[in-house]
């Protein structure tokens, strides 16, 4: 039997945990102080409930003081709402365009059919001319001006197909599916600034994509040309950082291959199981919709392994080990409705923090006696969030923990893997 453990790693594992248990207690922290103004005029200042998700919400929690119950406000009666310093919401009830923008999810149909809906939605700008936007139930995009205190409009937009013809004779035709937009929101901008001629008259000229941050210099250039103040802009989206806690179990195979000692190969290893726990740094890049990321982690792996050989007095082995494990993965999140999905590809990078074997062969060297301290392997990743928890599903295929060159000990790990974002 054979026991190395490192006493400053296991320090070093101690600290790691009083780290997870620290964050642990502030992820209770879900509220932010701001100000609620309600359609009445009553103006209430306290704790905000933090909004998750790229949808907008149709109710906001709100609670004057940390130990206070909390109350919900729907859309339809609040003005609008704010959290301090931060981002600013206006409750919205009106009409809003159905369709998809998805390009696999259209029609034939050119038609605007909009249905009444309520939700908070973001302000880009506030102004003399004001610009918001908002993601619906279907995560579909929508935005929406104001002029002066006037009504909330939507402008509209909307894609569908249509067939173009490519190739025509008196005998045949040929189409082919493509996409056109309908772009109302064009004329209705041209409209609401009519009294700035010269930006009015531009609008027709200019790439002026069906998105907030295309529209924002429209609006900042139209408060400009009337000398109007602009009391709210939307903070520049900079990413962020996506802290969790992290932890699951891992099951874990290993073959091993020699080209050296033959019977090596005859050792069969059981899929063992484990654990693994850590903490999670996601880094959400700008300007991308929060759907392109670099997810790093640092999380503590165990893993028991249990082999024998096929001999008449088989020999049995053991493996516990345990390791500081490094991972980095370059991750894709889309959305769909509330649920956002996960996938991802990197790399990983395992330190030994100690590990103790049983099982000596009757004549030859150990198969534990050149162990490697550093594994590295590939990792891919799929799984979904909802709100603040995640659960994936990871693979991840490693060198093992041979050191000798000509004893291959890869292996091949099965995650499942919970997740709390604080």
């Not at 370059?330 to 790399?347: A, K, S």
């Not at 030859?364 to 599903?393: D, M």
Request: glycine share 8%.
């Amino acid at each position: 039997m054979k026991i190395i453990f490192d006493g400053m790693k296991l320090r070093s594992l101690l600290f790691l945990f009083s780290f997870i248990l620290h964050f642990s207690c502030i992820a209770q922290q879900d509220f932010t102080p701001g100000t609620l103004v309600l359609n009445s005029g009553d103006t209430l200042r306290g704790l905000l409930k933090n909004i998750t998700g790229r949808i907008n919400p149709r109710t906001i929690g709100f609670k004057p003081t940390i130990s206070a119950e909390l109350k919900f406000y729907p859309a339809e009666i609040v003005k609008w709402f704010r959290y301090n310093g931060g981002e600013w919401y206006y409750g919205y009830v009106g009409s809003i365009e159905t369709s998809s923008l998805n390009n696999n999810d259209l029609n034939y149909d050119s038609s605007m059919h909009t249905m009444l809906d309520t939700m908070f939605i973001n302000a880009v700008i506030i102004g003399r001319a004001s610009l918001y936007y908002a993601h619906d139930r279907n995560d579909r995009v929508h935005l929406f001006y104001r002029k002066f205190e006037d009504e909330i409009i939507e402008l509209a937009y909307k894609k569908y197909y249509i067939d173009e013809i490519v190739l025509a004779d008196y005998r045949n035709k040929i189409t082919k599916r493509a996409i056109i937009a309908s772009e109302v929101y064009k004329a209705q901008l041209m409209n609401v600034f009519s009294d700035c001629p010269y930006l009015a008259t531009g609008i027709p000229s200019r790439a002026l994509s069906y998105a907030a941050s295309d529209l924002m210099s429209l609006f900042e250039e139209y408060n400009r040309c009337k000398a109007a103040k602009v009391v709210y802009r939307q903070p520049r989206d900079k990413g962020k950082l996506e802290v969790s806690v992290q932890a699951g179990l891992n099951s874990t195979g290993v073959e091993l291959v020699s080209t050296y000692e033959p019977n090596w190969n005859q050792i069969q290893f059981d899929r063992g199981l484990g654990y693994q726990v850590g903490i999670g740094f996601n880094w959400l890049f700008p300007q991308l919709n929060k759907q392109w990321s670099i997810n790093n982690e640092i999380l503590i792996k165990e893993h028991h392994l249990e082999g024998r050989d096929t001999s008449a007095n088989p020999v049995y082995y053991t493996l516990d080990a345990t390791y500081l494990k490094i991972v980095s993965l370059g991750e894709y999140q889309p959305t769909v409705g509330n649920i956002r999905l996960i996938f991802g590809m990197g790399i990983s990078n395992n330190f030994s923090l100690g590990y103790k074997t049983t099982g000596e062969p009757v004549t030859g060297p150990s198969i534990f006696g050149a162990y490697r301290n550093y594994e590295q392997g590939l990792v891919f990743n799929v799984g979904a969030g909802y709100k603040k928890f995640t659960g994936q599903v990871r693979l991840e295929k490693s060198n093992g923990w041979s050191d000798y060159s000509d004893l291959h000990t890869g292996f091949t790990t099965w995650y499942f893997q919970l997740g709390y974002i604080f």
